[in-house]
């Protein structure tokens, strides 16, 4: 089964970019690169997905190596409420691979 | 709207003991699924529908039954609660052409003893 890797935390300081970075060696054609995210005692939240090309929306941005191996998902300012779990994860449909995550420590 | 809200928030069982898990979303979603998270970890799928009247497995279906008599409803039963099945639970809901933006409640915490 494919399987992603993620750094375990991360610390970021206000207003600046942040990189979190996933690894996915046994992709699969067809799987999705999904990124969820998860404030404390909350359900995960959506926050961008791709399959080969790079991504942009309102939350985040969302860049795929070449070989679709590692992804890279960019918060552009980081602010305190973007402190959470982000999680990397694999899709195709009812196949949903989640891995560990990186929780996300913004300081202001 | 209120999304997808789920029924109850905390829960706290014997082993044995049977209970249904209520996930309800005000948004027409086709899709519906249910999660487990267990601690430090990320979700599993549970089982999942398509729609109203159908269901099928997903990662760890064992010791679950699902039912989906309405469309906005996705109920999770556990008929003989273990020890193994202490866990958050997460409902969550999509529309078919767009799985990839599944929209998630609040979670159940399930504390079987």
């Known amino acids: 089964d494919a399987k992603t890797t993620q750094p375990n935390s991360m610390e970021s300081n206000e207003e600046e970019p942040v990189h979190l970075p996933c690894n996915h060696s046994?992709?699969?054609?067809?799987?999705?690169i999904h990124w969820y995210r998860q404030l404390p005692s909350q359900g995960p939240e959506y926050v961008i997905h791709?399959?080969?090309s790079n991504v942009n929306n309102r939350m985040a941005s969302l860049a795929i190596a070449e070989d679709r191996k590692s992804s890279t998902l960019i918060l552009h300012r980081a602010t305190l409420r973007d402190a959470a779990v982000y999680y990397c994860?694999?899709?195709?449909?009812?196949?949903?691979?989640f891995g560990s995550g990186t929780k996300l420590n913004v300081k202001p | 709207n209120a999304g997808v809200t789920q029924t109850p928030k905390f829960r706290v069982l014997k082993t044995g003991q049977s209970m249904t898990l209520l996930c309800a979303q005000d948004?027409?979603?086709?899709?519906m699924y249910w999660y487990r998270q267990d601690p430090g970890m990320g979700l599993r799928l549970i089982h999942y529908?398509?729609?109203?009247?159908?269901?099928a497995k997903g990662e760890v279906p064992d010791g679950y039954n699902v039912s989906r008599l309405k469309k906005q409803n996705f109920l999770l039963g556990l008929e003989s609660a273990a020890p193994s099945q202490t866990s958050v639970y997460f409902c969550?809901?999509?529309?078919?052409?767009?799985?990839?933006?599944?929209?998630f409640g609040p979670g159940t915490r399930l504390t079987v003893l």
């Open positions: 969550a809901s999509s529309y078919p052409r767009d799985y990839h933006t599944q929209y």
């Open positions: 046994t992709i699969s054609g067809t799987d999705y």
């Open positions: 791709g399959l080969t």
């Open positions: 994860i694999l899709m195709d449909f009812n196949k949903f691979y």
């Open positions: 948004m027409n979603h086709e899709y």
């Open positions: 529908s398509v729609g109203e009247g159908t269901t």
